[in-house]
């Protein structure tokens, strides 16, 4: 059975992983790996792993990581900032205070933990979706939506740990083997997302961060 890649719609080859016996699809020319749809987790069961995290303002990693996020990502582009959107905010929304900290007005969205779709009718100047595109059955339909609520200067600062880009180390990866986590990437992947809806990359680093915007 052929499946499709998620992003660029070309043939994908399977990553056999032997350990919890799944199947991912790796992409050749956008690099983009996911899950095979059989072994992807029901959102009740997502949920409840979420609550485990110690994703809150008594986990100092877990601030620092959003900190030198907003160093990278954010501040580069601080003096066009008004309005923000931390999409994808979890159960404990840190980000989204240290947002406000910075003097942006946040709104959160998150579907299980603040399902109110708050972004109707309105329209952003940064888009926050931290640890939130590796979880996504369908990025691209996402990316789209996120598109929508940019004002034109507008940008989206994503973060997610980019994979290895190897099949052996790709099986070993620890990142992978969370089991909420079922689509990973490259620079090349988020590339291909913003050039096929006609957004531009204006930052990536080699490891974790893309920040996207409107031409």
């Known amino acids: 059975m052929m499946h499709p890649c998620k992003i660029c719609s070309n043939n994908t080859r399977s990553i056999h992983d032997n350990q919890y016996d799944h199947d991912y699809y790796y992409c050749d020319n956008c690099e983009f790996i996911f899950l095979d749809e059989n072994k992807i987790i029901s959102p009740a069961q997502e949920k409840n792993k979420y609550a485990f995290h110690n994703n809150n303002f008594e986990s100092q990693g877990y601030v ?3 900190h030198d996020f907003i160093a990278k990502a954010i501040r580069p582009h601080k ?49 926050t979706a931290t640890e939130v595109f590796e979880h996504l ?19 989206i600062a994503i973060m997610t740990l980019f994979h290895p880009n190897n099949d052996e180390e790709f099986k070993k990866w620890w990142y992978r083997r969370d089991s909420t986590h079922i689509c990973f990437y490259t620079s090349k992947t988020l590339q291909t997302m913003a050039d096929l809806i006609e957004l531009k990359v204006s930052l990536v680093n080699n490891k974790n961060i893309c920040v996207i915007g409107n031409k």
């Open 137 to 155: 059955a369908d990025p691209m339909e996402t990316l789209k939506l996120l598109k929508t609520l940019l004002n034109n200067h507008g940008i």
């Open 79 to 127: 003096l066009e900032i008004k309005t923000a959107l931390d999409f994808g905010s979890g159960p404990g929304p840190v980000l989204a205070e240290l947002l406000r900290q910075e003097g942006f007005e946040t709104d959160i969205y998150d579907k299980h933990f603040a399902p109110e779709k708050i972004y109707l009718n309105k329209k952003y100047d940064l888009i």
């Open 64 to 66: 620092q990581m959003f």
